[in-house]
């Protein structure tokens, strides 16, 4: 099993950036992904989950209304859109992934298969 977190970079306060995940090596293309990031000095913390099955989501209250997940089934590879981005977002994004089983729980302890992080740097 192989998750490929990729598209981070630095960018100003309210700008965008998108970030995907590709996922390999999993038995059956339904998934549940999740994001999740580390700022410097800090605990990792969720980001937003969702199911390729059908494209449910959840997301953390500190990203609601600015960041979607989305998913390419085909290219099996999963999104985080990142808009008005604040210098708070400013941390290591992972990937996370699972076969999907049903909801449960949108955190760290939910997920066996981690991708390596990239960087996202948000200046003010």
């Known amino acids: 099993v192989q998750l490929q977190a990729s598209g981070g970079g630095s960018v100003q306060t309210g700008g965008s950036l998108r970030l995907s995940c590709a996922a390999a090596?999993?038995?059956?293309?339904?998934?549940?992904i999740g994001w999740f990031r580390q700022a410097p000095g800090k605990e990792r913390e969720g980001v937003g989950c969702?199911?390729?099955?059908?494209?449910?989501?959840h997301y953390a209250d500190s990203v609601k209304g600015r960041f979607a997940i989305s998913s390419d089934n085909a290219k099996a590879t999963v999104y985080l859109h990142m808009n008005m981005l604040k210098p708070e977002d400013t941390a290591v994004y992972y990937c996370?992934?699972?076969?999907?089983?049903?909801?449960?729980?949108?955190?760290?302890?939910?997920?066996?298969?981690w991708g390596k992080g990239t960087l996202v740097t948000v200046s003010s």
């Open positions: 996370a992934g699972e076969p999907w089983e049903g909801w449960g729980p949108c955190n760290s302890l939910s997920f066996d298969y």
């Open positions: 090596g999993f038995t059956g293309s339904d998934l549940a």
């Open positions: 969702i199911s390729t099955s059908d494209g449910s989501t």
